[in-house]
T-cell receptor
Framework: GQNIDQPTEMTATEGAIVQINCTYQ??????LFWYQQHAGEAPTFLSY????GLEEKGRFSSFLSRSKGYSYLLLKELQMKDSASYLC???????????FGAGTQVVVTP | NAGVMQNPRHLVRRRGQEARLRCSPM?????VYWYRQLPEEGLKFMVY????????ESGMPKERFSAEFPKEGPSILRIQQVVRGDSAAYFC???????????????FGPGTRLLVL
């Protein structure tokens, strides 16, 4: 079968760092995406990895290891507004449809 | 620079009625995807369309659900004879023309929250 697994919930303090792991088993691989989703709102694009390694975008970084079927999203200098669900999604084929994990709810505390 | 637009944002239907959800992709985007998000669950792919063509409908329930993306106008997701289990948030995403690697980002609309009474 095809699985995309990520932790259900993580809690961290304002100003700290949190790492959200995502493991995947899919029939193919054509890119991994991270989205942020606040309650009741649309998912917003954060990052994209297709080659192994680290992609950095301001306070957010994403890492990919294709051989291990593993990615993580690193959130630095956490702010209260970062409290949201973070979705890991894999594109397994060239058509474009995304397969999503269930999302990781990050709670930032003062 | 309007993003993906969906309407209505909220829709209430009684069991047995029809629901029509509309999606206008971002300007310049020719690919539309529909996803469903049930409460406490992840987004599930339903259908992928280009203008006047259904490319992949592997995630669509076999009955009552249909989708179109006509030459003119928005994409429509249609649910006939709705049941309580259809209550969910329905998100539309769009992307530009694919390059050879098919690696374009999908941008999501605000969703339509369907409640079936």
């Amino acid at each position: 079968g095809q699985n995309i697994d990520q932790p259900t919930e993580m809690t961290a303090t304002e100003g700290a760092i949190v790492q959200i792991n995502c493991t995947y088993q899919t029939s193919g691989f054509n890119g991994l995406f991270w989205y942020q989703q606040h309650a009741g709102e649309a998912p917003t694009f954060l990052s994209y990895n297709v080659l192994d390694g680290l992609e950095e975008k301001g306070r957010f970084s994403s890492f990919l290891s294709r051989s291990k079927g593993y990615s993580y999203l690193l959130l630095k200098e956490l702010q209260m507004k970062d409290s949201a669900s973070y979705l890991c999604a894999v594109r397994a084929d060239s058509w474009g449809k995304l397969q999503f994990g269930a999302g990781t709810q990050v709670v930032v505390t003062p | 620079n309007a993003g993906v637009m969906q309407n209505p944002r909220h829709l209430v239907r009684r069991r047995g009625q029809e629901a029509r959800l509309r999606c206008s992709p971002m300007k310049g985007h020719s690919h539309v995807y529909w996803y469903r998000q049930l409460p406490e669950e992840g987004l599930k792919f339903m259908v992928y369309l280009q203008k006047e063509n259904i490319i992949d409908e592997s995630g669509m329930p076999k009955e009552r659900f249909s989708a179109e993306f006509p030459k003119e106008g928005p994409s429509i997701l249609r649910i006939q004879q709705v049941v309580r289990g259809d209550s969910a948030a329905y998100f539309c995403a769009s992307s530009p023309q694919h390059n050879a690697a098919g690696q374009e980002t999908q941008y999501f609309g605000p969703g339509t929250r369907l409640l079936v009474l």
